[in-house]
T-cell receptor, first 114, second 108 residues
Framework: KAGVTQTPRYLIKTRGQQVTLSCSPI?????VSWYQQTPGQGLQFLFE???????NKGNFPGRFSGRQFSNSRSEMNVSTLELGDSALYLC?????????????FGPGTRLTVT | KNEVEQSPQNLTAQEGEFITINCSYS?????LHWLQQHPGGGIVSLFM???GKKKHGRLIATINIQEKHSSLHITASHPRDSAVYIC??????????FGKGTRLSVIA
């Protein structure tokens, strides 16, 4: 089975722009979770989608949004980028959700905001 | 909200040494995860446990629910074990809360 894939792997954007990141889960997995990792804050939960519905949301501003499609692929969007949004964005998939077992992480998208 | 503390923050060991990484949390949990992150950024799930002990190859994870503490042990450490090890906990259906990680360097 193919693992979790994320595109793009690297991205450079300018303050004020918006960005969309994509995550394709392992085939058959219905849950996709998104995380932000920065040197200062470590890993922080952004949101979880399960069967196209947002199940949980972390403590991030409304500039961060996401969605999940019927094939379980997920996208997250960050609008009006700020320098502090520079981070590694990781997604993880699981068959039944965060609260029901292990998660399988993708390689991440490294976003740099200048 | 659960607070997760890991110790040590950084650890350097000689090849072959026995290594222990600790994780403490503040509120009762339903599960604890140990994750490994290599320099490229990818994260691998090592263990998920809610009680007792699990072993996989040279890695052993234990958890003491009463003391709100878990340890990750690496026996006969090897340079390829060099990575950041992250502890994460979950209460019920709430999202994972992560520790800041322990950076391990194993020198040949």
């Amino acid at each position: 089975k193919a693992g979790v894939t994320q595109t793009p792997r690297y991205l450079i954007k300018t303050r004020g722009q918006q960005v969309t990141l994509s995550c394709s889960p392992i085939s058959g997995h219905r849950s996709v979770s998104w995380y932000q990792q920065t040197p200062g804050q470590g890993l922080q939960f952004l949101f979880e989608y399960f069967s196209e519905t947002q199940r949980n949301k972390g403590n991030f501003p409304g500039r961060f949004s996401g969605r999940q499609f019927s094939n379980s692929r997920s996208e997250m969007n960050v609008s009006t980028l700020e320098l502090g949004d520079s981070a590694l964005y990781l997604c993880a998939s699981s068959p039944l959700g965060q609260s029901n077992g292990e998660q399988y992480f993708g390689p991440g998208t490294r976003l740099t905001v200048t | 909200k659960n607070e997760v503390e890991q110790s040590p923050q950084n650890l350097t060991a000689q090849e072959g040494e026995f290594i222990t990484i600790n994780c403490s949390y503040s509120v009762g949990i339903s599960a604890l995860h140990w994750l490994q992150q290599h320099p490229g950024g990818g994260i691998v799930s090592l263990f998920m446990l809610s009680s007792g002990k699990k072993k996989h190859g040279r890695l052993i994870a234990t958890i003491n629910i009463q003391e709100k503490h878990s340890s990750l042990h690496i026996t006969a450490s090897h340079p390829r074990d060099s990575a950041v090890y992250i502890c994460a906990v979950r209460e019920g259906n709430t999202p994972l809360v992560f520790g800041k990680g322990t950076r391990l360097s194993v020198i040949a």
